[in-house]
Antibody, heavy 119, light 110 residues
C-alpha cells in the first residue's frame, strides 16, 4: 500500500538548519505532489508548501519563502524539506502528505518528525 | 489565530449525534471544497471527509460532511468512545495557494 515514511526526531540549536526526509512507496513517485504541514506542540495544523517530484518545482507559502527548501531524489523516491535559521517557534512535528490527483485533500500522511529547537 | 473558525470543544454521550462547525470566507470555503481530518493524540491526521461530503474507503458512514456558502459542518452519529479526538476542517485558500485549517475541535465522549 501507499506509505510515506519520515526520518527520525531532531534536536537543533537556534540558528541551525534541519532537513527532514519523506520516503514514498507503493505508488509512482513522480505522479503525486508531496506537501508539508507542521504542528507546534498543542497547536493546530499549519500548511507549508509542496514539491512536484517529477519536475522538482516547489512552492512555499509566503511565511516560509526564503528560509525553506524542498528537494527530491528520484533514485530513492524521497523528498526533503529543509528549514534554516531555526528559532524556538519552529519546534513542531513536521508531516509530509500526499493528495490524490486533482484533489486538495491529503489522503496519505507520513508519521511525522518531531523537530525541537533549543539552546 | 486560524483562518477557519471552529469551536474549541464539543462533547456527547455514546450513541448521540454531534456536529462540529467550520466557518471561513469567500476565498476559501466559499470557492473551494472542504476536507475534514481526525487526529488522535500523538498520531498523524487521518482524512475523514473530502470534497465536502465524500468518505474515503474505510471511514464509517456515521461520519458525514456538508457545506453551505462559507461554512461547513461535520456530523458524527452513533457516537463511540474511540471517536474522542481532535477534528480539523480545511479548505484551499486562493490567496495562500495552499490549504488553510481550522484551529481544531476536541471531541469528548462523556
Amino acid at each position: 500500500q501507499v506509505q510515506l515514511v519520515q526520518s527520525g526526531a531532531e534536536v537543533k540549536k537556534p540558528g541551525a538548519s534541519v532537513k527532514v526526509s519523506c520516503k514514498t512507496s507503493g505508488h509512482t513517485f513522480t505522479a503525486y505532489y508531496v506537501h508539508w504541514v507542521r504542528q507546534a506542540p498543542g497547536q493546530g495544523l499549519e500548511y507549508m508548501g509542496w514539491i512536484n517530484p517529477d519536475s522538482g518545482d516547489t512552492s512555499f507559502v509566503e511565511k516560509f519563502q526564503g528560509w525553506g527548501t524542498m528537494t527530491r531524489d528520484t533514485s530513492i523516491n524521497t523528498v526533503y524539506m529543509e528549514l534554516s535559521r531555526l528559532t524556538s517557534d519552529d519546534t513542531a512535528v513536521y508531516f509530509c502528505a500526499r493528495a490524490d490527483t486533482g484533489d486538495t485533500a491529503f489522503h496519505i500522511w507520513g508519521q511525522g518528525t518531531m523537530v525541537t529547537v533549543s539552546s | 489565530q486560524s483562518v477557519l473558525t471552529q469551536p474549541p470543544s464539543a462533547s456527547g454521550t455514546p450513541g448521540q449525534r454531534v456536529t462540529i462547525s467550520c466557518s471561513g470566507s469567500s476565498s476559501n470555503i466559499g470557492s473551494n471544497t472542504v476536507n475534514w481530518y481526525q487526529q488522535l493524540p500523538g498520531t498523524a491526521p487521518k482524512l475523514l471527509i473530502y470534497n465536502n461530503n465524500q468518505r474515503p474507503s474505510g471511514v464509517p458512514d456515521r461520519f458525514s460532511g456538508s457545506k453551505s456558502d462559507t461554512s461547513a459542518s461535520l456530523a458524527i452519529s452513533g457516537l463511540q468512545s474511540d471517536d474522542e479526538a481532535n477534528y480539523y476542517c480545511a479548505a484551499w485558500n486562493d490567496s495562500l495557494n495552499g490549504p488553510v485549517f481550522g484551529g481544531g475541535t476536541k471531541l469528548t465522549v462523556l
